[in-house]
């Protein structure tokens, strides 16, 4: 039927995006103010949850703000497996990028209340939110194309380019409102931004067509009111652990974080043990799930790392580095848009290297080189901080100099390992195991946000160098595991 083709095949002219569908301009600019929003926010969540209060903060000590930002950005890409399926069996992808972006808005407008309790329930709602609209959104990207159109990535390069505007701009805005003027100026920054995203998507929806209306496949009767039933049930046994927990005086910061760093992991472990065990899935598919097993711990190790930016890195922003320039002193979140206008710059020469290489350089080895480039960064790093033993404040070069390897890390690994996501999936799970990438970027920044206490305890330049090393070690020890590995794959590259 003409009405469940793509938006590409059945418009035969009129405006276009840069040569493609003009739905794709509606969810480029969605996409680019929620993540405006999202790294607007995070690049002031750490220095304002550890601002004295006399100063308008929280005063919580670094230990706890930088456990509490991982497991932040952990529950973000967590809420992404449920999001996804409540739009695939629920509601479809386009009524769940609208939720998510109102839920993502109203938190970040409570998050602007000055009050103390207002930055964690606003957290919450841009959680939940985020899980709504994050994967769906990039399904609608995808259903604008025919899917052996030649336009499709290149759509989705364009879609990705919105991402890194969004997050270069954001730490810019929000981070002199909130350094500057007021913390929770800084947050409002980020809801009005999250509110032109919403809006646009309302008007821009006419454009949409057929993409994402109706769930990929619904649950009907009495299956969705089994299934609504169970949400339910789930949603009130979480509401009385978490009443037995104040009852009992554990609802403190760091028990809900703890508490939330276990179930991360232990999901993960189930989510893997209930794809190795089923015995629906081929012998092949059952080997190239235990090379993905690898690659997943690579990936979370080096998410472990990489997303300490927005906690331990700006945290020594703030209080290490020289940032006056001709007598204006920048903020320290100012720092936080290197990455993403490095990824910019990047991505396109990363691609090249990557088709030039073709299959001589396999997918364990790519995965190697991150997290080499990945350890290499924090090296510079212990450099950085052994500069700044005594109190002398050095120069924000070293920190951009780490950005900019840590960047060519994640160019190494990430994309790849979308990539190889996608060609390793068991058939039965082809639609799940989008989900099961986010989970490692959510156990990775999980356990990464309780390592990061120890940057409070240890003495810098021992913090940076130890985990650098780390990192270095298991990226030569995947190299010499590659060939292990890449038998795993069964003939994937």
């Known amino acids: 039927?003409?009405?469940?083709?793509?938006?590409?095949?059945?418009?035969?002219?009129?405006?276009?995006?840069?040569?493609?569908?003009?739905?794709?301009?509606?969810?480029?600019?969605?996409?680019?103010?929620?993540?405006?929003?999202?790294?607007?926010?995070?690049?002031?969540?750490?220095?304002?949850?550890?601002?004295?209060?006399?100063?308008?903060?929280?005063?919580?000590?670094?230990?706890?703000?930088?456990?509490?930002?991982?497991?932040?950005?952990?529950?973000?890409?967590?809420?992404?497996?449920?999001?996804?399926?409540?739009?695939?069996?629920?509601?479809?992808?386009?009524?769940?990028?609208?939720?998510?972006?109102?839920?993502?808005?109203?938190?970040?407008?409570?998050?602007?209340?000055?009050?103390?309790?207002?930055?964690?329930?606003?957290?919450?709602?841009?959680?939940?939110?985020?899980?709504?609209?994050?994967?769906?959104?990039?399904?609608?990207?995808?259903?604008?194309?025919?899917?052996?159109?030649?336009?499709?990535?290149?759509?989705?390069?364009?879609?990705?380019?919105?991402?890194?505007?969004?997050?270069?701009?954001?730490?810019?805005?929000?981070?002199?409102?909130?350094?500057?003027?007021?913390?929770?100026?800084?947050?409002?920054?980020?809801?009005?931004?999250?509110?032109?995203?919403?809006?646009?998507?309302?008007?821009?929806?006419?454009?949409?067509?057929?993409?994402?209306a109706r769930p990929a496949d619904p649950l009907l009767g009495a299956d969705r009111r089994r299934a609504l039933r169970r949400i339910g049930i789930g949603v009130l046994v979480l509401a009385l652990v978490l009443a037995a927990l104040a009852v009992a005086g554990l609802f403190t910061v760091n028990s809900v974080v703890n508490l939330l760093t276990v179930a991360t992991v232990v999901i993960t472990i189930g989510y893997f043990a209930r794809i190795l065990t089923d015995q629906e899935i081929s012998g092949t598919e059952r080997l190239r799930m235990k090379a993905y097993l690898w690659l997943f711990v690579f990936a979370a190790s080096f998410w472990l790392i990489y997303d300490q930016a927005g906690s331990v890195l700006n945290i020594f922003a703030a209080d290490n580095t020289d940032r006056d320039v001709l007598g204006f002193t920048f903020p320290a979140s100012w720092l936080q848009s290197v990455n993403p206008i490095l990824i910019i710059i990047g991505a396109p020469l990363a691609a090249w290297l990557w088709l030039r290489l073709g299959h001589r350089v396999s997918t364990p080895v790519k995965f190697a080189v991150g997290l080499v480039l990945n350890g290499l960064s924090f090296v510079l790093m212990a450099a950085a901080a052994q500069a700044a033993v005594g109190g002398d404040l050095v120069s924000p070069w070293w920190l951009i100099a780490v950005y900019a390897i840590q960047v060519a890390g994640e160019l190494s690994l990430s994309p790849v390992g979308l990539s190889a996501t996608t060609k390793l999936a068991p058939v039965k799970y082809a639609s799940q195991m989008m989900g099961l990438w986010f989970l490692a970027t959510a156990v990775g920044d999980a356990i990464g946000g309780q390592v990061a206490r120890l940057a409070e305890t240890w003495p810098e330049p021992t913090y940076f160098l130890t985990f650098g090393l780390a990192s270095v070690a298991l990226g030569l020890g995947a190299m010499m595991a590659g060939r292990h590995v890449s038998r795993l794959m069964a003939g994937i590259h």
């Not at 032109?196 to 993409?211: E, I, K, M």
Request: aromatic residues 12%.
């Open 1 to 212: 039927m003409s009405g469940d083709a793509p938006v590409d095949a059945r418009r035969p002219g009129g405006k276009t995006f840069f040569g493609h569908p003009r739905a794709l301009s509606t969810l480029f600019l969605t996409e680019m103010w929620e993540r405006f929003s999202f790294y607007g926010m995070r690049a002031i969540l750490v220095l304002y949850l550890t601002a004295a209060v006399a100063e308008d903060g929280l005063g919580l000590r670094e230990s706890t703000a930088s456990a509490v930002y991982g497991t932040y950005n952990a529950m973000v890409y967590l809420m992404a497996l449920p999001g996804g399926w409540i739009a695939d069996r629920l509601i479809g992808a386009r009524r769940s990028v609208l939720a998510g972006g109102v839920v993502i808005a109203a938190g970040h407008y409570v998050m602007a209340i000055p009050t103390r309790w207002s930055v964690f329930a606003g957290m919450t709602l841009i959680v939940l939110g985020t899980g709504l609209l994050k994967p769906n959104i990039s399904t609608m990207v995808g259903d604008l194309y025919d899917r052996d159109s030649p336009r499709r990535d290149a759509g989705f390069s364009l879609f990705y380019m919105g991402i890194n505007l969004g997050a270069f701009i954001a730490p810019l805005v929000c981070g002199f409102l909130g350094e500057k003027i007021n913390w929770h100026l800084g947050f409002g920054a980020a809801a009005i931004g999250m509110t032109f995203g919403v809006l646009q998507y309302v008007l821009g929806r006419r454009h949409l067509g057929d993409a994402g």
